[in-house]
């Protein structure tokens, strides 16, 4: 489809159109059984003729099929054909590259397409298929069966739909203080970020950033953080105006119902409570919009002042422990907090 984008770059991975030469490594991911026993239309075994003949099927029509780079070279593929649909190598399991790659195709399909709704399947028993589907926003919508072409037989599946409706609300994060707006983060974000992120005051207190902070390392930051409906994003903190001075993060943590946040904001507006004013909106509303009963939080030992905030908040400390910064030379101490949700205070 012509408007939809066919090279797509996301924090760890590229998007691209897939070529010749990626014949042997697709030949060598398809021939691992475990891959292909959970996909449709490949046959098994599956050799390099047969990669080279999906290849120039792909490159001949109109359906949009992306190849999936990270740092060490293709991982698998994914496409619209006309349902979402996709595979990974065995070695990429478990690093999120489904969700991440599937995130950035779903946006791609939607703002470059007319389509209403995008559909998925998955058959019955992938378990780890069906939990990305659902992370990237998907619904389960019935039954179904599938012909499974590895394996000679009809597969019961599970049929699942994401609506353009659904879609525009998952990337729209909006909420007001009395002198601030929070909202998704967005490309045009960067700039501004690289040079909050990179002040020397505030990398060294942070996790990702350096002093300075290149815009392509801040751009890959905002990639990787983009509200998508679920916790795992950061929210830009504006001022009323909308001009830009931080960010606010969820995310979750593995134990059930518990999440970690952090914060960080512009020097020039330090020490007007803005940061509690923020964060008193925004830890109460994703704790129950998530589901979230706990959320733990950290700060720098040299840096009481976030100390000061958690407290205000309802923040317990405790313990210590050692954090790392990529403004920092080496591990520095940290001061642990906790949150229960009965003991947050909010904003008034």
Request: net charge positive; aromatic share 8%.
């Amino acid at each position: 489809m012509a408007g939809v984008a066919r090279s797509l770059r996301t924090a760890r991975l590229t998007l691209r159109p897939p070529t010749p030469e990626d014949a042997p490594a697709i030949a060598a991911s398809m021939g691992n059984y475990d891959v292909v026993r959970w996909l449709a239309a490949p046959p098994y075994p599956y050799d390099r003729a047969d990669a080279e003949r999906f290849i120039a099927e792909t490159r001949a029509g109109s359906a949009p099929v992306w190849a999936i780079d990270d740092a060490d070279g293709l991982c698998g593929l994914i496409g619209v054909d006309p349902d979402l649909g996709y595979w990974l190598d065995r070695r990429a399991w478990g690093r999120g590259y489904a969700t991440e790659a599937g995130d950035a195709v779903i946006d791609a399909w939607f703002a470059g397409s007319g389509a209403h709704a995008l559909r998925a399947s998955h058959m019955q028993g992938n378990d780890r298929s069906r939990a990305a589907l659902l992370r990237m926003g998907f619904r389960d919508d019935g039954p179904r069966e599938i012909w499974s072409t590895p394996l000679s037989q009809m597969m019961p599946a599970r049929e699942l739909v994401m609506s353009r409706t659904d879609w525009a609300a998952s990337r729209r994060y909006r909420l007001r203080t009395l002198r601030l707006r929070l909202r998704e983060l967005r490309d045009g974000d960067v700039p501004a970020l690289a040079r909050i992120g990179g002040d020397a005051r505030v990398a060294p207190m942070i996790l990702g950033a350096t002093s300075p902070w290149p815009e392509a390392a801040a751009h890959r930051w905002v990639q990787a953080w983009k509200y998508r409906g679920r916790p795992g994003f950061r929210a830009a903190i504006c001022t009323r105006l909308g001009r830009l001075i931080g960010t606010i993060m969820v995310a979750p943590n593995d134990t059930a119902g518990e999440g970690t946040t952090a914060w960080f904001i512009d020097p020039d507006y330090w020490g007007r409570g803005l940061c509690t004013e923020a964060a008193g909106a925004f830890l109460p509303d994703v704790m129950d919009r998530f589901g979230l009963k706990t959320l733990v939080a950290d700060h720098f030992a040299d840096n009481p002042a976030s100390g000061a905030v958690m407290r205000k908040l309802g923040f317990q400390q405790t313990g210590q422990g050692l954090g790392r910064s990529s403004a920092r030379l080496e591990p520095a101490p940290v001061i642990l907090y906790r949150l229960e949700r009965a003991t947050l205070k909010v904003s008034p």
